[in-house]
């Protein structure tokens, strides 16, 4: 099992800055690929942004590309993802989940994801 906690969420202007962090602990070899989703009210949960174990690799959504950041710490027995938030919108406003699978490669689909975090709100003011 893989367990993940989101931290850094909290109500910015429009136009600022947020970084959202996400610690993995348990078996965390098993998070290979890591992911960012969010959900707003009444939408179907999204794919943000992944990264891969190395960190080598991103993947981004279009509607965050150029403004969001994603990397990853890897420590011997906690893996941390963060996810830098520049220039922000109304629209980024949601629910931010943190996800993790054992598989490599792109993964921009919820059920891809084995382990997910609890959430953290991401509300944008204009």
């Known amino acids: 099992q893989v367990q993940l906690v989101e931290s850094g969420g909290g109500l910015v202007q429009a136009g600022g800055s947020l970084r959202l962090s996400c610690a993995a602990s348990?078996?965390?070899?098993?998070?290979?690929?890591m992911g960012w989703f969010r959900q707003a009210p009444g939408k179907e949960r999204e794919f943000v942004a992944a990264?891969?174990?190395?960190?080598?690799?991103?993947?981004?959504d279009d509607s965050v590309k150029g403004r969001f950041t994603i990397s990853r710490d890897n420590a011997k027995n906690t893996v941390t993802v963060y996810l830098q938030m520049n220039s922000l919108k109304p629209e980024d406003t949601a629910v931010y989940y943190c996800?993790?699978?054992?598989?490599?490669?792109?993964?921009?689909?919820?059920?891809?994801?084995?382990?997910w975090g609890q959430g953290t709100q991401v509300t944008v003011s204009s």
């Open positions: 996800a993790a699978r054992s598989a490599a490669g792109r993964g921009t689909a919820v059920g891809q994801y084995h382990y």
């Open positions: 348990g078996r965390t070899f098993s998070a290979n690929t």
């Open positions: 990264i891969s174990w190395s960190g080598g690799s991103t993947y981004y």
